[in-house]
Nanobody, 119 residues
């Protein structure tokens, strides 16, 4: 079992920045990815960004390329989402995710953290 604890959400003006953190514990797999999905009110959950733990390779949604960056701290078992040039359309609940490479879906989800970008 894996537990994910998210932090760093909040309210920011358009053009500003936030950094989300997601700390993982209890994992037993070595080949996995971590990242974020987000869900805005009235919309379906969408993929945002992810990083492969083994080599640090990343995958970004087109909507956040050039603005969002994901990184990891192996010693802290933590991933970070640096969000720059935030737009109102980035407003959503952001969910940290953990998935085993080769499996069809993400196995573990964080509790979610609210990101609100004002105009």
């Amino acid at each position: 079992q894996v537990q994910l604890v998210e932090s760093g959400g909040g309210l920011v003006q358009a053009g500003g920045s936030l950094r989300l953190s997601c700390a993982a514990s209890g994992r037993t797999f070595s080949n996995y990815v971590m990242g974020w999905f987000r869900q805005a009110p009235g919309k379906e959950r969408e993929f945002v960004i992810r990083i492969r733990w083994s080599d640090g390779s990343t995958d970004y949604a087109d909507s956040v390329k050039g603005r969002f960056t994901i990184s990891k701290d192996n010693a802290k078992n933590t991933v970070y989402l640096q969000m720059n040039s935030l737009k109102p359309e980035d407003t959503a609940v952001y969910y940290c995710v953990f998935g085993v490479v080769g499996r069809p879906d993400y196995d573990y989800w964080g509790q979610g953290t609210q990101v609100t970008v004002s105009s």
